[in-house]
């Protein structure tokens, strides 16, 4: 049926994770990785998988939420809440997106009103409560791909063929993005201050700081 899968990331804490997050995306199949809010991510940890994924951005999480209706996509929140479904229970329909949550607090209030459905991945264990965030993605990517019947990358030896690397998107650590939507995104980012989801004390290394860094004069 050709369905397609996605992963949201919005207030990431680690943001070294979304590196990995790519790395499992590619893995699986998914079709691109959405960037809400802060553009800029670290790639490390996806050895060199982020340049075979695509990257969007949106400044809030209406935005993406449209996008993705616009698709025909359902937005399934990873979380466990009252009514959401085991993952093994693969309780898709059509083409996903995946919403994690925070490592720390799980999916805002926010995040879980623009969310179709929820589901959560049945532990076994009694030493933690709850997985790393790179970790359920990969659990519930693997299980989305099944579902969906996507065709196995062929093997060579021990490991998966790699394909050849696509043409560069631009700064593997940006999400690119056209001048006005950089000036609109400064004006997202001052009106979401108050939630320090941009923290800007970070020496160095401010959102104002990367963004310049984006466009050069000339």
């Not at 969007?56 to 979380?79: M, N, P, Q, T, Y």
């Not at 990969?138 to 062929?154: K, P, Q, T, Y």
């Not at 093997?155 to 993005?177: H, I, L, M, W």
Request: proline fraction near 2%.
């Amino acid at each position: 049926m050709g369905w397609e899968s996605y992963v949201v990331v919005h207030n990431i804490a680690k943001r070294h994770n979304v590196g990995t997050l790519a790395r499992s995306a590619t893995a699986f199949g998914v079709s691109e990785l959405i960037l809400v809010g802060r553009r800029d991510f670290n790639c490390f940890g996806s050895h060199g998988s982020s340049s075979h994924l695509r990257f969007r951005h949106f400044h809030s999480l209406h935005d993406a939420r449209d996008f993705l209706k616009d698709k025909d996509c359902d937005i399934c929140g990873v979380e466990i809440t009252n009514d959401a479904l085991p993952v093994s229970h693969h309780p898709f329909k059509k083409s996903t997106a995946f919403l994690l949550g925070n490592e720390g607090q799980g999916l805002s209030p926010k995040e879980i009103q623009i969310c179709d459905f929820f589901v959560y991945i049945p532990q076994y264990g009694s030493g933690t409560a709850s997985l790393n965030v790179t970790v359920a993605a990969s659990i519930v990517l693997h299980h989305f791909a099944v579902w969906a019947g996507f065709e196995e990358r062929s093997r060579d030896g021990s490991k998966f063929v790699v394909a050849e690397r696509p043409v560069k998107q631009g700064r593997r650590n940006y999400c690119t993005e056209t001048e006005d939507s950089i000036i609109e995104e400064r004006k997202a980012r001052r009106e979401s201050a108050a939630n320090g989801f941009f923290d800007e004390a970070e020496s160095g290394n401010s959102s104002s700081n990367l963004l310049d860094a984006l466009f050069v004069d000339g």
